[in-house]
Every structure is written in C-alpha cells, then in structure tokens.
C-alpha cells in the first residue's frame, strides 16, 4: 500500500513538473513583443552580449555555444567585411553592427526572415553554414553607379562573395565535363541569362566573375562592372579581348582548379614550406 502511494505521489510530482515546464513555456512564448511594425523584428527577451573590432560591432545572443565562438565569429566578420570591400575597390567602409542569433530557427522567431539580411547598417544572422552573402548584397548596393547592367555579374558576383567555401570552378567544370555547361555565349546575353532557370547559370555566373578577378585583378573586374557598354565592346576595352578568347581561356583553366587540384597544390605547398 505505502508503495502505491509512493508511486501516486512520484506520478502526481511528475505531471505537476510536466505542467509547470509547458506553462513557464507558454509564458516565455506570451512574454515576445510584438514585431516592430516597420522593421518586423521582435525586441530580444535576454540581454545581447557584445564584441568590438575594426569597423564591426558584433552582438550575440548569450548562449553558452555562441559564448565559446564569439570572439571567432566577430573576427570572421571583420574579415569578410574588409576582404569584400577589397575586392570591389570600395575603400569606403562605414561601421555596421552585426546581430547574430544562435540558430536559423531564433532568427525567424525574432525577425520573421528564413536567412540573413540587413536593414541599412544593420545586419541579423542566425548562426549555420551559410555566411557573408548578405555583407556583399549590402557593399555592393553602395557602389557608386548603381547595379551593374550586366545579368549574369549582378547575380553571379553576391554569390561569389558569400564566403561560403564552395568552390564554383569545380561545378562549373562538373557541367563542362558532362557537356552542359550553358557557357559564355549565354552567360553574357542578359536576355538569355534571365530566361534560364535553376542555379546552373548562377553557379557558372559566380565561376565567370571568380576566372576573370584571378586573372586579371580586382580592378579590371570592376571596370567591367561599371561599364556601360554591350559586354563584347566592354571586353574589348577593359581585357583586350572578344567573348570566344574569354570563353575558351576560361574553360581550360576550370579542370585546373577543381577540388582536387586546388587540394593538389595545397599540399604541394606545405611540403614546400617544410623542408
């Protein structure tokens, strides 16, 4: 008998535990303010943490896994802000702040958005995979000039510069060795480009403008970007060059920069450095 009370009174003490949990669930839930009517971000329910660097103020949510990394994502930040500022010859960098939640799911539950963005200098970020394409949208709205009128950079250079790691070379030659590669022909005709659907021709798009930064600079590229002539005329004047010398010099330096190649010569490098 005093064992079946026992047991009522651990059941009774477990499902008073249960309700508690779903009711201080409930109450953190109803504690969320409305989103702002403008911005449609929630105000945090905790107190952000913050880390300083050149150019960037970095918040975080205070969880203990993005507490032990902070310091480490404040300084990528300030890396990827810089290393695309560099690449588009902007050297008009301005601070920002940058909020980061610690998950994709936190994120949409304050801001009502499925992936990173910014509102002017502000930029808000759920931690994952994903990182840095939401900076270059942001540099690459303030050019001078306005967009590029060329299709195929305007939606190729945001996803080259999200430092996300992927290496497009390697599935563009991917296309080119299976013999659908859309090419340069397509690429550069803006009509052509927007009709295409899916990411092949955002993936070749983000190859093209990687071939042509690394093989002839930073600067020509944004020449490039900001001419306003048809682009065979404007590859003339800024490369010296027509479209079928671009297309074939760029098809023969894709197997030459797949993963494994670019693997090959890291390790031939650090070979190098130990003896």
């Known amino acids: 008998m005093k064992r079946l009370c026992y047991l009522g009174l651990l059941l009774l003490g477990m499902i008073m535990v249960l309700s508690c949990s779903k009711k201080e669930e409930r109450s953190g839930a109803s504690q969320l303010k409305p989103p702002d009517p403008t911005t449609g971000i929630r105000e945090a ?19 203990d896994s993005l507490k032990k990394i902070a310091t480490l994502l404040k300084n990528r930040v300030v890396t990827v802000y810089h290393s695309i500022d560099t690449m588009l010859c902007f050297h008009q960098l301005e601070p920002i702040e940058y909020y980061c939640y610690d998950s994709p799911e936190a994120l949409k539950q304050y801001t009502g958005r499925d992936g990173a963005f910014s509102l002017g200098n502000r930029f808000y970020y759920g931690f994952g995979p994903v990182f840095g394409g939401e900076i270059a949208e942001y540099l690459i709205g303030k050019l001078p000039g306005g967009p590029t009128r ?92 027509d479209t079928k010398t671009l297309a074939k010099d760029w098809e023969t330096f ?8 670019e693997q090959e010569r890291e390790t031939a490098a650090a070979a190098k450095g130990r003896t």
């Open 45 to 63: 329910d905790f107190v952000w943490s913050k880390e300083v660097g050149p150019d960037v103020t970095f918040y975080y949510q205070p969880t």
């Open 150 to 241: 060329f299709a195929f950079i305007r939606d190729g250079l945001p996803l080259l510069l999200d430092h996300s790691g992927r290496n497009y070379h390697h599935a563009t030659n991917n296309f080119l060795q299976e013999k659908s590669l859309l090419g340069v022909q397509l690429l550069i005709d803006d009509k052509a480009f927007e009709k295409e659907q899916g990411m092949q021709k955002s993936v070749e798009a983000a190859s093209l403008c990687a071939y042509i930064m690394y093989q002839y600079g930073y600067e020509k590229f944004m020449q490039l970007y900001h001419n306003q002539n048809d682009f065979p005329t404007a590859l003339k004047q800024v490369l010296g060059i």
């Open 254 to 261: 894709l197997p030459e920069h797949t993963n494994e190649k």
